[in-house]
């Protein structure tokens, strides 16, 4: 970010060709973190979502249900606005593109370029897909079909107005290769640095007839024809701080957009058709435009056919907006591709919120409760335990958390959180403060037990605001204190020691419940629940069949396995691999190189210190071109979901029996 104190982040603006679902709702959370995380930094953020309500898939849909598209598009828009208050989404503005004060920007747009001779009539022959609202030309269509969407095209020709993008082909590749922020991930902006180096970019039909679509703006300068698409919906990210903050057009404060977060699959049209628009305009182009991946469900497309839709609604009425939000930017690193299932969601939620965020505040209010009258206590001597707690936890606020979300590595800087929570929960187990309450003599260790452990929660409450707004406004209430997120509580360096003694806690209900598996449901997806919250049990898993009965052996081949303890002197990922991590270990009498694939779990420097369980006798194997002599034992299926660790001091090369 490198505007003083302004930030403006945008989604795209979503079709309301049909009702939201589950990849509308991944784009707007993640802009949301976005925006309440920077606002914690102090940054007057201007978050802008919305909905494209022109084009030809508009004009269908509304006339396969019978109705004027206008009345299709007022009847969808409020699912849109209703689904992000369930989420809790901080948005300052909901564009729509049939705003009147939006088609005259565009109309002024029009008219600059049709002056400047950047717009032109042309006849046009080519495979039009109406689903993409685009043409193709020969060499782009395979047996017939979109390129993109694999949909069957149809051969136009016609006469239309064309914006000379070609001519920006040179200038944009530059522009690209001298930001190399400007498209990201960096595997997107190699795919558009290709599309550019390799073919000539051609110029772009803005226009389409009346006489075969008419929903759309009118051209300013010809009535028998209105807009494409396209160039329609993308200027709505400047037409917006025109006319929709509620004093004066704040454009000039707030544009270039610092992040546009859009899906793969209009990463062309905004890299391309949006930048080169940009620049006939002469206005400056968006520091980042970041296109992430898709979600399938079980491994399978999402169809209405299929039944498969999550509805991201009914995801809120069951589970709840935080947990929601949480599952969507933790179960994939931002940008690949993510899969959707219920029992990953599940699991997620009992694993990491329930036993883990859940389980630390529940325990340390009940033994505040219990032990010190419900009130904050007075920390005593600090001890090495306490200030390995409070390093990591202000290193997290100072820090990590910063590093990650500047990259927009939501499930990294989650993962940090976690990791938190996972040495403060440790911390619980080895003081064991519910044995010390027994003791008069250990009534100081307690208090300052007690009170490291409220001020981990109070400060993991900031970190994971973003992220989960409802649950850490819920946990300061609960620690008897009032946060207003609303101020750049992050602003300035996290000090330890901010939770004041003598405060009167509050405890409340579990900041998220456990569900527990029962027999009978089905996955949440728009065919399976109520459209309406009902009072039903709680949240229950789809039964499966018995797994199959493992190949049992006989001890003497298990005492052939040979699992020692060893202390991770180093770590450091595996270039080119997401997973893999390579380690370097103490046996006690030898160390040894291990690659192990915990990448997606860990980052390599929270696993420097930990005594952890290789396979010691495995013969050494070579993964990408690195020798490991040894094996790392981690619980989980197919992903990583924790590793083997012990917590008590021992001597790295002793035997686990």
Known sequence: MTKDNTCYITTPIYYVNDVPHIGHAYTTVAADVLTRYWRLRGREVFFLTGLDEHGQKVQQAAAKAGIDPQAHCDKLAPQFETLWKKLNVSNNAFIRTTDPEHKSIVQQYLNKLYDKKLIYKDSYTGWYCTFDERFWTEKDVESGLCPDCKRPVEKLSEHNYFFKMGQYQDRLIEHIKTHPDFIRPESRRNEVLG??????????????PKSRLSWGIELPFDHDYVTYVWFDALVNYMSALEYLPREKPIGNRFWPANVHLVGKDILTTHAVYWSTMLMALNLSLPETIFAHGWWTVDGEKMSKSRGNVVDPNKMVDEFGADAFRYFLLREVPFGQDGDFSLTGMVTRINSDLANGLGNL??????????????????????????????????????????????????????????????????????????????????????????????????????????????????????????????????????????????????????????????PGARPVTESSVPSQPTAAPAPTLTDTPAPPTPPQITIDEFTKIQLKTAKVLSAERVPKSEKLIKLHVSLGAEQRQIVAGIGKKYEPDTLVGKTIVIVANLKPAKLMGIESQGMVLAAGDADVRGLLTIQEEVDPGTKVK
């Open 195 to 208: 599309f550019l180096q390799n073919q000539k970019l051609g110029d772009l039909s803005i226009s389409r």
């Open 361 to 518: 505040l529940s325990r340390t209010l009940t033994l505040i409760e219990r032990t010190q009258a419900g009130q904050i206590p007075a920390p005593g001597q600090i001890g090495p335990a306490e200030r390995e707690l409070e390093q990591a936890t202000v290193s997290l606020l100072n820090e990590v958390l910063p590093r990650y979300l500047a990259q927009l590595e939501f499930n990294r800087a989650l993962e940090a959180i976690w990791h938190v929570v996972q040495l403060a929960n440790q911390y619980v187990d080895k003081t064991a403060p519910w044995t010390l309450a027994k003791n008069a003599s250990d009534a100081e260790t307690l208090r300052t037990v007690l009170y490291t452990m409220a001020e981990t929660l109070r400060c993991l409450s900031l970190a994971a605001y973003p992220v989960i707004p409802n649950s850490a406004q819920s946990i300061c209430s609960q620690l008897g204190i009032s946060a207003e997120f609303t101020s750049p509580l992050l602003n300035d360096k996290i000090e330890w020691s901010g939770l004041k003694p003598g405060t009167l806690i509050h405890k409340g209900p579990s900041l998220f419940p456990r569900i527990e598996s029962k």
